[in-house]
C-alpha cells in the first residue's frame, strides 16, 4: 500500500475486440434505421418479439446443423457453472424464436408475423462487415406454406431499401427443394466432387460425406471452379417444388422487383428447404450480403414442436448502415428545439420547472448545466445555444427570474422578435414553440 501519494491510475481497459460502441453522433442513425424498421413492421402487421441473448447451446446444435461454420468454429459457448447448464450467445435469432413459437404455443390460433431487433455473437476474424458482436432485424412467418409469404417477406425487404433511399441492391434467389430431392442431388454432389479430390481443401475432404451441400457455400477461391461445374440442386426439384418457386418469381414479376436466380446459392445453415434468397451490393467488398433468408419448414420439428412451415431473413445493421454511409443519403441527427441559458446557478429551480413543462409539450429541451469548468457567462452561453442548432434559445437572466419570466429568442429566424414570457404560463406559450414560429 502506498500511504499518502495521490494513488496510481490504474490499467486502461478497453472493450472486446470485434465488438463495437456505438456512440453519438453515430447512434442516431441507428435510431434512424430503427424507427424505419419499426414503421415497415407496422405496414406488413409484423408484430415483435423479444427473446434471451443466451439460449441453450443444443438449440443451435440441432437446429443450424452440426457441420455448418457457425456450430463448428463461431459459436461463443460456455458452461454456466452455477448450474452446470451448456449455454451460448446467439449467433442468429431464427432458431430462438422458433424455440420461443414452440415453448409458448403461439401458432395454437393461427399463423404468426414476427419481427426482432438485437445483437448477435460469433467468433469470427474481426474485418470492415465483419464484426464478434453485431446487429440484426429479422423477420419471421410462421404457420404459412405457401410462396406468397416468401414473397411477402421479399417484398418487404425490398421496401426498406426503397425507403431508405438504398442504391444497388441486387436479389438473387434460388430453391433448396425439399430433403427427398436434396437426397438424390446429395448423391450427385458427392460424386461429383470424389472425382476432383484433389480441387478440395481440407475443410471440403473432410465435410464431402458429413454435409456435401456445405461444399457449394466454400469462400476458397481456389475451389470455386469445381463448385461451378457441380450439379445444380435446381434440376433435381420436383413439379411441387418448381410451383412454389414460380409463386415466389410471379409475385416479384408482378410488383416489377428485379431478381437472378443463382442455383449456386446455399446459405450458411441446415434449417432451409424451398426458397432461399440474399440481397447483396457491389460496394461493401467481400462483405456484400445486406439481407439473407428462406423458408425453414422443419425448424419447429427440430426443436421439438408440432410441424409448421415457416420463413423469414435478416438483415445485418452495420452493413446496411454502412452502405447508407457510402451513399450519404441520411439527414444529420435533429438538432433539440430549445436551449435554456441560466445566468447563475441560483436560476436553475425556476428554470427547470419551466423547462419541464416544455419537454412534457413533446419539445427536445437543452439546458446549460454547469460543467466542472464553472456555467459559463451569458455571452459564452449563447454561443453555444446558436451552435447547438436549436430554434429557440430560453434566457433566464436575474432580472427575469425576478419577475418569474423568462426571455424567449427566435435562433434561427430574425425577423421573429424577442418576447418576454411568465414561466407560470410556459403551457400556453410552450405549445407555440412546437411548430416553428
Ligand atoms: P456471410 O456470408 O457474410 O458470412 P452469413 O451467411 O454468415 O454471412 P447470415 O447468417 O445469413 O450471414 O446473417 C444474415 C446477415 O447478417 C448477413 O447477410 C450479414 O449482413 C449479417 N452478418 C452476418 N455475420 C455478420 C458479422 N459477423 N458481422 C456483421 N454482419 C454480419
Ligand atoms: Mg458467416
Given at each position: 500500500m502506498t500511504e499518502s501519494k495521490a494513488p496510481r491510475r490504474a490499467e486502461r481497459l478497453v472493450g472486446v475486440k470485434g465488438m463495437n460502441d456505438i456512440l453519438p453522433p453515430e447512434s442516431a442513425r441507428w435510431e434512424s434505421l430503427e424507427a424505419s424498421v419499426r414503421e415497415l413492421m407496422r405496414c406488413y402487421a409484423y408484430e415483435n418479439i423479444r427473446t434471451p441473448i443466451v439460449e441453450p447451446t443444443a438449440l443451435f446444435v440441432r437446429g443450424l446443423g452440426e457441420v455448418t461454420d457457425i456450430v463448428e468454429k463461431e459459436m461463443y459457448s460456455f458452461d454456466d457453472?452455477?448450474?452446470g447448464e451448456a449455454l451460448t450467445?446467439?449467433?442468429?435469432n431464427t432458431a430462438g424464436v422458433v424455440r420461443a413459437v414452440v415453448e409458448h404455443s403461439l401458432l395454437y390460433n393461427g399463423a404468426k408475423r414476427l419481427y426482432y431487433m438485437g445483437p448477435m455473437f460469433r467468433h469470427e476474424r474481426p474485418q470492415r462487415g465483419r464484426y464478434r458482436q453485431f446487429h440484426q432485424v429479422g423477420a419471421e412467418a410462421l404457420g404459412f406454406p405457401g410462396g406468397e409469404v416468401d414473397a411477402e417477406l421479399i417484398l418487404m425487404a425490398h421496401a426498406l431499401w426503397q425507403k431508405l433511399g438504398l442504391e444497388d441492391v441486387a436479389l438473387q434467389l434460388n430453391s433448396l427443394g425439399q430433403p427427398d430431392e436434396r437426397g438424390l442431388h446429395r448423391q450427385a454432389l458427392i460424386a461429383h466432387f470424389e472425382q476432383h479430390?484433389?480441387?478440395?481443401d481440407a475443410e471440403a475432404k473432410r465435410r464431402?460425406?458429413?454435409?456435401?451441400?456445405?461444399l457449394l457455400d466454400s469462400k476458397n477461391p481456389a475451389m470455386q471452379p469445381v463448385i461451378e461445374s457441380a450439379p445444380r440442386l435446381i434440376d433435381f426439384l420436383g413439379t411441387q417444388s418448381m410451383a412454389h418457386l414460380n409463386t415466389v418469381t410471379s409475385i416479384l414479376d408482378a410488383n416489377g422487383v428485379a431478381y437472378a436466380i443463382n442455383p449456386r446459392l446455399v446459405r450458411?445453415?441446415?434449417?432451409?428447404?424451398?426458397t432461399v434468397f440474399e440481397f447483396v451490393t457491389?460496394?461493401?467488398?467481400?462483405?456484400?450480403?445486406i439481407c439473407a433468408g428462406g423458408r425453414y419448414d422443419y425448424l419447429t420439428e427440430q426443436v421439438g414442436g408440432r410441424p409448421a412451415p415457416a420463413v423469414g431473413w435478416a438483415l445485418g445493421v452495420e452493413r446496411v448502415l454502412e452502405l447508407l454511409k457510402a451513399q450519404e443519403s441520411q439527414e444529420t441527427a435533429r438538432a433539440v428545439d430549445v436551449y435554456a441559458i441560466i445566468?447563475?446557478?441560483?436560476?436553475?429551480a425556476k428554470a427547470m420547472v419551466c423547462l419541464q413543462t416544455l419537454r412534457s409539450l413533446g419539445l427536445s429541451v437543452l439546458m446549460h448545466a454547469s460543467a466542472s469548468e464553472g456555467l459559463a457567462g451569458i455571452k459564452a452561453q449563447f454561443k453555444r445555444a446558436d451552435s447547438s442548432g436549436a430554434r429557440f434559445a430560453l434566457v433566464f437572466g436575474p432580472d427575469e427570474l425576478a419577475q418569474d419570466r423568462v426571455t424567449v429568442k427566435a435562433l434561427?429566424?430574425?425577423s421573429v422578435a424577442q418576447v418576454s414570457r411568465l414561466i407560470s404560463e410556459t403551457r400556453e406559450w410552450g405549445i407555440g414553440l412546437q411548430s416553428g414560429s
Open positions: 457453472r452455477l448450474n450467445l446467439r449467433p442468429e479430390m484433389d480441387a478440395l464431402l460425406h458429413l454435409n456435401p451441400l456445405r450458411g445453415m441446415d434449417y432451409y428447404n424451398l457491389t460496394r461493401l467488398g467481400a462483405q456484400g450480403t445566468a447563475d446557478a441560483s436560476g436553475f434561427r429566424d430574425a
